[in-house]
C-alpha cells in the first residue's frame, strides 16, 4: 500500500457518528474497504495506464473538517444562466441561485442524510452493491463512502420536468494541496426529466484532488440529459464517477468535455435494467503539457431491447497521455440490445500517448453491436485542400481537430451551450508539433 | 499572367512532368488533354503547391512572381485556385464557416478588411444566385456525403466566391453526368473574364463542347506537344490518343509541335 493511501487511512473519521444507523453502516463499510484495500494502483487492472504518482508526491491532506464556508470567493462564471445554479467550494454546498421549479427538490447532502428522503438510502447502498456486482475495486468510492457528509441531493417528483440545473464546482488554494471528497443523488422518479450541468473550474494557484462520486436513479420514462465540462488547473487532480441505474424506457445521455486538469480520471457506468431504455455516451478530451485524461465508460445491459451509445474523441498534444476504455456487456436475457462504440483519437505529436481499448461481451441474442477504436493524425489531404483555399497551415490543422471534437458538442439539443463549449474547446486545442 | 518555362516535376522519385512551357494570358481560357498518366493532375497539383510534388527543374512564373517559392496559402492568397479532382470530405467543418475563413485569410493578406457573417452570407446568395446552385450545401460540411456532381459545383461555387485570378480545373467533368456537367460548364463560362485565366484539364473534348478554350494543348510523357485552337479537341476525339505514339503529330493541322520527350 502506498505512502498516501496510509495517510490517508491514518486520517479517517474514527467516530462514524452523527445520522441515522443504516449510514453509520455506509461509511464503516467505506473505511473498512479502503482499509483493505487503498487507493487503486497499476496493479489493478481497471488502473493499468494511470498511476496517481503526481497526485502521491504531493502530501495531499484529506479534507475532514465540515465548516461554514466563507463567502465572496471567487465562482467561475458559469457556461450558460441556468434557471437553478449551485455552487460547489471544495466539496461542499456554498450557495443556491435561482429557484426550483415545483416538483424539484435540491439539498444539501448533509441535511438530506439527516431528515432523509425517499429512496436516498437505497441509492447509496447501491453503490457497493455495483462494485460487488462488476467486481472492480475502486479505492477512491470507498474513501468517499467512508467520509461520506457533503454533496447534493436532487430529486424531481414523478412526472416533472425540472428544466436546467447547473452545478457549479471549484477549489480553493490551501496551505496544502487538500483532498476533497463529495457525492451527488439523483433521483427521478416516473417521467420526470433533468438537465445537470456540471462545471469543473478552479484558479490555476492549486493542486487540490476532487474526489466525486455521481449516482442517479432514474425511473420509468425518465430522462437524464447530464454534462459534465471541466477545464480544472494544471495541477488538479480530479477523480470522478457517475454510475446511473436505469428503468425501463428511461433515457440517460451524458456528454463529457475535458479540457483541463492534471490528472483525470473518470468512471461513467449505466445499468441498463429495464427494457428499453436508452443510453448516451459522449465525450470530448483534449491534452497537451503533461496533462492525463483517463475515462472508463461502461454499459450493463441487464434488460432486452435496450440501446446503447458510446461516442468519444480525443486530440494529444505535447505530452500528453489519453486513456480510454469503453466496455459493454450484454447479460444473458438482454435480448435485442443494440450497443455501439466509438472511439477516435489524433496524435499530434511524438510525444503523446493514447491507450485505447474496446471491450464488448455478449450473453444474449439478436443483439446488434458494433465498436471501432482508432487513433491517427490529423488528414494531410484535408490540411493541403483548406491551405489551397488560402487558411494558413496552423489555422487549417486548428479547424480540423476543433471539428474532431465539435461531433460531440454539436450532439448537444442546446445549440448555444455545444457553440461555446466548442469555442472553448478551440481556445485550448493542442497544437500540431 | 502565368509563364511555366521547361518545367520538370516528379512524385515519389519518378518523373512525371519533364519539360513543359506553357504561357496563359489574361482572360484566356486553355485547355489541356492528354492520355492518362501524361502529367495532367501533376501540373494542377504543381501549381497549387502539393508538397508531393517535387519540382526538379524550371519555374513558374505568376504575376511576375515565383510562385514555386511560395506556400500553397501564398498562392491561393495571390489569386491561384485549383477545382479539385478529387474534392476532399472535411468532417465537421461547415461548408460556409469554411469558405468565409478561406476568403477572409485570402483578404488579410491583401489588407483587405474582414467580411462580417452577414456581407458573406450576401455575398454567397449572390454567387449561388449567379450559378444556379440551392443553398443546400450551404449548411452541410465540406463535402461530406455530397454527390459526385454536388462536390464539383461546390469547387465552383468556392471559386466564384473566392474570385482568383487564375484557375486550374482538374478533371473537373469526370465523374458527371451530362447534365451535371452543363451545370458545372455554365457555372464555369460565367466566371470567365478579362482578368482571369483559366486552365482546364481534361480528358475528355465532352466538357470543351460547353467551355471552349482559346487554346488547346496536347500533354502526352510529361510535355506539351501539341497546341491548337478549339477545334484541336475534336481531332483528338476522333483519331484518340494513341495516333499520338504513331508520330501522327505531323498530320494534324496544329500552330506548334514540339518534339516528343523521347522520340
Known amino acids: ?433 | 499572367m502565368l509563364k511555366i518555362k521547361n518545367l520538370h516535376a516528379t512524385v515519389a522519385g519518378n518523373k512525371i512532368l519533364k519539360g513543359l512551357n506553357l504561357e496563359l494570358k489574361a482572360g484566356e481560357v486553355h485547355a489541356i488533354m492528354g492520355p492518362n498518366g501524361a502529367g495532367k493532375s501533376t501540373l494542377g497539383n504543381v501549381l497549387a503547391g502539393r508538397e508531393a510534388y517535387d519540382v526538379t527543374e524550371g519555374e513558374i512564373i505568376f504575376n511576375g512572381k515565383n510562385l514555386l517559392e511560395l506556400e500553397p496559402e501564398e498562392r491561393a492568397c495571390e489569386g491561384v485556385f485549383l477545382a479539385f479532382q478529387y474534392p476532399v470530405e472535411i468532417p465537421g467543418v461547415n461548408n460556409t464557416y469554411f469558405l468565409r475563413a478561406a476568403l477572409n485569410a485570402q483578404r488579410k493578406y491583401r489588407g483587405e478588411e474582414a467580411l462580417d457573417s452577414v456581407s458573406f452570407l450576401r455575398l454567397v446568395r449572390e454567387k449561388l444566385k449567379i450559378l444556379h446552385i440551392g443553398d443546400g450545401l450551404l449548411h452541410r460540411a465540406v463535402n461530406e456525403g455530397f454527390s459526385g456532381g454536388e462536390k464539383k459545383r461546390n469547387e465552383i461555387f468556392q471559386m466564384a466566391v473566392l474570385e482568383p485570378t487564375l484557375a486550374i480545373l482538374d478533371e473537373t467533368d469526370s465523374g458527371l453526368d451530362i447534365d451535371a456537367l452543363k451545370t458545372v460548364a455554365e457555372g464555369v463560362n460565367r466566371l470567365r473574364s478579362p482578368d482571369r485565366g483559366m486552365i482546364v484539364i481534361t480528358h475528355y473534348q465532352r466538357l470543351l463542347d460547353y467551355i471552349v478554350p482559346d487554346k488547346v494543348h496536347v500533354l502526352a510523357d510529361g510535355k506539351l506537344v501539341a497546341t491548337g485552337g478549339a477545334d484541336l479537341a475534336l481531332k483528338l476525339e476522333e483519331q484518340g490518343y494513341a495516333w499520338l505514339e504513331d508520330g501522327g503529330i505531323a498530320t494534324l493541322d496544329v500552330d506548334s509541335v514540339e518534339q516528343m520527350a523521347n522520340p
Open chain 1, 1 to 433: 500500500m502506498s505512502e498516501l493511501s496510509a495517510q490517508l487511512i491514518a486520517a479517517l473519521p474514527e467516530n462514524f457518528g452523527s445520522g441515522p444507523g443504516w449510514l453509520k453502516v455506509l461509511r464503516q463499510a467505506g473505511a473498512e474497504e479502503f482499509r483493505a484495500h487503498g487507493l487503486p494502483t497499476r496493479k489493478d487492472e481497471a488502473w493499468k495506464y494511470t498511476g496517481l504518482g503526481t497526485l502521491a508526491q504531493g502530501e495531499v491532506m484529506l479534507a475532514t473538517d465540515f465548516e461554514v464556508m466563507v463567502s465572496g470567493s471567487t465562482h467561475p462564471k458559469p457556461l450558460v444562466e441556468n434557471e437553478l445554479q449551485i455552487n460547489m467550494l471544495d466539496g461542499q454546498f456554498l450557495a443556491e441561485i435561482g429557484n426550483q421549479r415545483p416538483g424539484l427538490t435540491v439539498l444539501p447532502m448533509a441535511d438530506a442524510l439527516i431528515h432523509g428522503l425517499t429512496g436516498l438510502q437505497a441509492l447509496l447502498e447501491s453503490l457497493t452493491e455495483t462494485q460487488l456486482k462488476t467486481g472492480s475495486t475502486h479505492g477512491f468510492s470507498a474513501l468517499n463512502s467512508a467520509t461520506l457528509e457533503s454533496g447534493v441531493v436532487i430529486h424531481v417528483a414523478a412526472g416533472t420536468d425540472a428544466g436546467s440545473l447547473s452545478l457549479i464546482w471549484s477549489t480553493r488554494a490551501a496551505e496544502a494541496p487538500l483532498l476533497f471528497n463529495s457525492r451527488i443523488c439523483v433521483i427521478l422518479e416516473q417521467d420526470a426529466k433533468l438537465e445537470l450541468l456540471e462545471h469543473f473550474e478552479s484558479p490555476n494557484d492549486n493542486a487540490n484532488t476532487s474526489n466525486i462520486v455521481l449516482q442517479a436513479d432514474l425511473g420509468v420514462n425518465a430522462v437524464f440529459q447530464h454534462i459534465r465540462f471541466q477545464q480544472e488547473s494544471d495541477d488538479a487532480t480530479l477523480i470522478t464517477r457517475t454510475e446511473i441505474s436505469q428503468q425501463a424506457e428511461s433515457e440517460y445521455a451524458y456528454y463529457g468535455f475535458d479540457l483541463g486538469g492534471g490528472l483525470v480520471r473518470h468512471d461513467v457506468h449505466t445499468s441498463i435494467k429495464g427494457s428499453g431504455a436508452k443510453s448516451a455516451i459522449n465525450g470530448a478530451y483534449l491534452l497537451d503539457g503533461n496533462r492525463h485524461v483517463d475515462n472508463h465508460a461502461r454499459v450493463d445491459h441487464i434488460a432486452p431491447g435496450g440501446f446503447s451509445d458510446q461516442y468519444f474523441r480525443g486530440v494529444a498534444g505535447g505530452r500528453g497521455r489519453a486513456v480510454f476504455n469503453t466496455a459493454v456487456c450484454v447479460h444473458p436475457g438482454a435480448d435485442e440490445t443494440e450497443a455501439r462504440q466509438s472511439n477516435a483519437n489524433i496524435l499530434l505529436s511524438a510525444r503523446a500517448e493514447v491507450d485505447t481499448k474496446p471491450e464488448l461481451e455478449i450473453y444474449a441474442d439478436e443483439v446488434v453491436a458494433s465498436h471501432g477504436a482508432t487513433v491517427g493524425q490529423l488528414d494531410e489531404q484535408a490540411v493541403f485542400y483548406m491551405r489551397s483555399r488560402g487558411l494558413s497551415e496552423p489555422d487549417a490543422r486548428q479547424l480540423l481537430t476543433t471539428a474532431f471534437c465539435r461531433s460531440v458538442s454539436d450532439k448537444l439539443a442546446d445549440q448555444v451551450l455545444g457553440e461555446l463549449i466548442s469555442k472553448r474547446m478551440m481556445d485550448v486545442m493542442p497544437q500540431a508539433e
